[in-house]
């Protein structure tokens, strides 16, 4: 029982990034998101399948929300959230909501852009629900 419960705390704790530009980007999308009234519940849950950035609670709505940091907005961060990319999330979104049972607590997928140029303030673009769940 013991070996069993430290891999499941393996699989699914977070892990320090190497990308600082990622990092910083999600640190400023955590703080747009909470200045907007949401409820940060994780950072980085990571499951086999796939990681979410952020899960976030906007009123009772479960919020998984993608984040994309890009020095450059050509392509556009939110162009990078692709068909594979939101088919890893939903997975992803599928095995952290098999924690609540039945009835699941309404949920939906959003984007936030953040384009951070060298040395100038960065840009936020949310996009909420931003896709639909591919299961």
């Known amino acids: 029982m013991v070996k069993w419960l430290e891999k499941f705390r393996t699989v699914f704790r977070s892990t320090p990034k190497t990308d600082v530009l990622g990092e910083r980007g999600e640190n400023v999308a955590a703080k747009h998101?909470?200045?907007q009234g949401y409820t940060i519940l994780?950072?980085?849950?990571r499951t086999p399948v796939g990681e979410i950035d952020?899960?976030?609670r906007d009123g009772k709505t479960l919020v998984f929300?993608?984040?994309?940091?890009?020095?450059?907005?050509?392509p556009t961060p939110e162009e990078q959230v692709n068909n594979t990319k939101?088919?890893?999330n939903t997975k992803a979104a599928k095995m952290?909501?098999?924690?609540?049972?039945q009835p699941q607590p309404p949920a939906r997928f959003d984007v936030v852009a953040v384009v951070w140029p060298t040395g100038q303030p960065p840009i936020i673009r949310h996009t909420s629900d931003a896709f639909e769940a591919t299961f």
């Open 42 to 45: 994780e950072r980085n849950f």
């Open 96 to 101: 952290y909501l098999s924690r609540f049972g």
């Open 33 to 35: 998101l909470r200045n």
């Open 65 to 74: 929300v993608e984040v994309k940091t890009r020095a450059y907005d050509d």
């Open 86 to 88: 939101q088919h890893q």
């Open 54 to 56: 952020i899960i976030a």
